[in-house]
C-alpha cells in the first residue's frame, strides 16, 4: 500500500519548520496515515445472516454484501464503502446487479451524530441506450431512423421517404417504449426533399406517430423529425 511521505507533509507551517505550529504535525499525521490504511486494506466480505444490520457498519472500510441485510438499499447485493470521522458516518452502496441492466446503481446516506441516519438517496445515474425505430413498410427509403434513451427519456430522431401514398390513420413510426402520455411539440415535417411543408400531417396516436385522419402523405415525400418524450 502506498503511503504519503511525512518528510514532505510535515514541513508545512509558515517557517518550514516541523514544529508544533506545522499544519499537520507528527500526531496529526500518524492518525491521518492509519485511517488511510484502514480504508484501504479492510476490503472484506460481511456476514452470511440476512439479519445482519447495516446500521452497525460504522468503521472505514469496504464491505461486500451477498444478501440484503437490515436498513440497507432497496436491492439484494452489492458492495458498501464506509468513511467515518468522531460521530459523522457516510455509507455508500454499489449494486452488484447485472452487467447492462442495473449494476450502475448506487446509493448514499450520512449519520452526523450518534444514532440517526439519514434516508437512503439513489444517485440519479443512467446508463445511455440507443437503438432504431420500426417504420412504415411504405418507407423503403430511410436515411434516419434513431432513438436514444436515457432514463425514462426517449428522443426520436428520423428522416424516411415514403415509395407510396399514406393515407389518414396509418403509422408513420412506432415508438420503441410506451409514452406515459402523449408526446408534446413532435417537430415533424414533411418535406419535397429540399423545402419543409409543415407538420398537419401527424399525430400521436396509441403507440405511433400517425398520419392524421383526412390528410394524405404523398408518394415521394420526405418526413424528417425530432422529438423528446417521456416513458414508462
Same mark, same amino acid.
Not at 390513420?169 to 408534446?184: D, H, R, S, Y
Not at 423529425?225 to 414508462?232: A, L, Q, R
Given at each position: 500500500m502506498a503511503k504519503f511521505n511525512?518528510?514532505?507533509?510535515?514541513?508545512?507551517?509558515?517557517?518550514?519548520?516541523?514544529? %508544533? %505550529?506545522?499544519?499537520?504535525?507528527?500526531?496529526?499525521?500518524?492518525?491521518l496515515e492509519n485511517r488511510i490504511e484502514a480504508i484501504t486494506t479492510t476490503t472484506r466480505a460481511s456476514g452470511q445472516s440476512s439479519d445482519d444490520d447495516m446500521n452497525n457498519?460504522?468503521? %472505514?472500510?469496504?464491505?461486500?454484501?451477498?444478501?440484503?441485510?437490515k436498513n440497507s438499499?432497496?436491492?439484494?447485493?452489492?458492495?458498501?464503502v464506509v468513511m467515518s470521522y468522531n460521530n459523522t458516518v457516510k455509507q455508500l452502496f454499489f449494486r452488484h446487479g447485472t452487467a447492462n441492466s442495473n449494476d450502475f446503481e448506487t446509493y448514499v446516506r450520512t449519520r452526523n451524530d450518534a444514532t440517526t441516519w439519514s434516508d437512503w438517496t439513489k444517485f440519479f445515474v443512467e446508463r445511455t441506450r440507443t437503438g432504431t425505430v420500426t417504420c412504415n413498410?411504405?418507407?423503403t427509403n430511410i436515411n434516419v431512423n434513431k432513438y436514444t434513451k436515457v432514463g425514462n427519456l426517449?428522443?426520436?430522431y428520423f428522416r424516411i421517404q415514403a415509395t407510396?401514398?399514406?393515407?389518414?390513420?396509418?403509422?408513420?413510426?412506432?415508438?420503441?417504449?410506451?409514452?406515459?402520455?402523449?408526446?408534446?411539440?413532435?417537430?415533424?415535417?414533411?418535406?419535397?426533399?429540399?423545402?419543409?411543408?409543415?407538420t398537419k400531417f401527424f399525430a400521436y396516436v396509441a403507440g405511433n406517430l400517425t398520419a392524421m385522419h383526412g390528410d394524405i402523405v404523398p408518394a415521394n415525400k420526405w418526413i424528417h423529425?425530432?422529438?423528446?418524450?417521456?416513458?414508462?
Open positions: 511525512k518528510k514532505n507533509w510535515l514541513n508545512v507551517g509558515d517557517s518550514g519548520a516541523n514544529d %508544533n %505550529n506545522s499544519v499537520l504535525n507528527k500526531t496529526t499525521m500518524n492518525d457498519y460504522t468503521e %472505514n472500510g469496504i464491505y461486500y454484501f451477498p444478501y440484503q441485510p438499499p432497496p436491492v439484494v447485493n452489492g458492495f458498501l413498410s411504405a418507407f426517449v428522443h426520436i407510396k401514398e399514406i393515407s389518414g390513420g396509418q403509422p408513420i413510426i412506432t415508438l420503441p417504449f410506451k409514452a406515459v402520455e402523449n408526446p408534446n411539440d413532435l417537430n415533424v415535417w414533411i418535406s419535397d426533399g429540399q423545402y419543409d411543408i409543415g423529425g425530432s422529438f423528446w418524450y417521456v416513458c414508462e
